[in-house]
């Protein structure tokens, strides 16, 4: 089955700084690959997703880059406010079948004022 | 419009008890999930279903249950549990196979 790897898995940036979180997964089937933001005591929500037909994407501040021949994938956040800390998460899937989602271990983000 | 909704949203439960984690879903999704989340974890997938009718195992399914037979609803059942089921719970559901909404979470210690 797919495995994704996220890094790293705490990251602290000063607010205005850009921050970058890396995932790579294992499985060449996987085509789609979204990244959800997790706020504390809430549920996961979707901020950017990618599918394998296009190498980047972007969405204001928020950025997603593709590389299907290196398997891996990263998001990148410009001009970090402190309501971008918070748990982020990739994940990776094949858009076949009945396929599922794969999430990394996820990344916490903290952004200081 | 309220999206996923679990209830309850925190529950203590002695070790060999039994409990239903309820989920119900007002998008007319199809599909619906149950994830755990365990600190430094990510998410693993405990039971999904494509529609009314169609449950499957996910990557954790040891332990626990599902019935699916409303496109709303999908509860998840713990029989006998244990402290290895002391976790967050998050169902979701969606209308492809792949883009998820996530409920608020239910926060479950098995003492």
């Known amino acids: 089955g797919e495995n994704v790897e996220q890094h790293p898995s705490t990251l602290s940036v000063q607010e205005g700084d850009s921050a970058v979180i890396k995932c790579t997964y294992s499985d060449s089937a996987s085509n789609y690959f979204p990244w959800y933001k997790q706020e504390l005591g809430k549920g996961p929500q979707l901020i950017i997703d990618i599918r394998s037909n296009v190498g980047e994407k972007k969405d204001q501040r928020i950025a997603v880059t593709l590389n299907k021949t290196a398997k891996h994938f990263s998001l990148h956040i410009t001009e970090t406010q402190p309501e971008d800390s918070a748990v982020y998460f990739c994940?990776?899937?094949?858009?076949?079948?009945?396929?599922?989602?794969?999430f990394g271990k996820g990344t916490m983000l903290l952004v200081s004022p | 419009n309220a999206g996923v909704t679990q209830t309850p949203k925190f529950r203590i439960l002695k070790i060999g008890q039994s409990m239903t984690l309820q989920c119900a879903q007002d998008?007319?999704?199809?599909?619906m999930y149950w994830y755990r989340q365990d600190p430094g974890m990510g998410l693993k997938l405990i039971y999904y279903?494509?529609?009314?009718?169609?449950?499957d195992k996910g990557e954790v399914p040891n332990g626990y249950n599902v019935s699916r037979s409303t496109t709303e609803d999908f509860p998840l059942r713990l029989e006998l549990a244990a402290p290895s089921q002391t976790s967050v719970y998050f169902c979701?559901?969606?209308?492809?196979?792949?883009?998820?909404?996530f409920g608020q979470g239910t926060r479950l210690t098995v003492v």
């Open positions: 979701a559901s969606s209308y492809s196979q792949v883009e998820a909404f």
């Open positions: 994940a990776a899937a094949p858009n076949s079948g009945y396929s599922t989602l794969t």
């Open positions: 279903s494509v529609g009314a009718g169609i449950t």
């Open positions: 998008m007319n999704h199809n599909y």
